[in-house]
């Protein structure tokens, strides 16, 4: 039975990220500033292993992750491609980004990103979450109930 620890989001964690190859944001996440990043990480665990682990912002004004997905997802001149993210985000308030949400290669398949999802859901019933998805993990949103956000590659849930 998979577990979910929290753990801090330190110098340690990204280090114990740099050496993991086998999942997507690791490199990424393990170089990035960590004013950059939340206070917190989310680690699924089985039988005391890493499996796979998440990184949520939770967000109390629709600016915040505007100017996130601003610097991370798209440039001044694709933002027009994005209206509908910037429509919908717009006067929002308290609900959550989805950054990442990674298995590593060797534990794929085995539950432990649904595990995760229904995890999230529990522990914020009633907001709204955002992801930012890539075509090759879209099937696995739609099966967690996200809805594509208009014409835009955001997927959101609830």
């Known amino acids: ?3 979910m620890i929290t753990k801090s989001f ?3 964690m990204q280090r114990c990220l740099s050496e993991i190859t086998s999942a997507y944001h690791a490199g990424e996440l393990s170089t990035m500033d960590l004013a950059e990043l939340p206070e917190e990480i989310y680690i699924i665990e089985a039988e005391d292993e890493m499996v796979g682990y998440g990184v949520v912002w939770e967000y109390d004004n629709g600016k915040q992750p505007m100017q996130k997905a601003e610097q991370d997802y798209f440039s001044a001149d694709e ?3 994005e209206k509908d993210f910037y429509i919908d985000v717009k006067n ?3 609900f959550i980004f989805i950054q990442a949400l990674d298995v590593l290669k060797e534990f794929e398949n085995k539950g432990y990103a649904a595990f995760f999802m229904n995890w999230l859901k529990a522990k914020y019933p ?3 979450m955002y992801v ?3 075509d090759k993990s ?3 949103w739609f099966k967690q109930n996200f809805e594509i956000l208009g014409s835009t ?3 959101t849930f609830n």
Request: proline residues 4%.
């Open 153 to 155: 590659a955001w997927m």
């Open 92 to 94: 929002k308030k308290d």
């Open 126 to 128: 009633n907001k709204k």
């Open 79 to 81: 933002r027009y491609l």
């Open 1 to 3: 039975m998979p577990t």
């Open 10 to 12: 330190d110098q340690e």
């Open 138 to 140: 879209r099937n696995f």
């Open 132 to 134: 930012y998805t890539l």
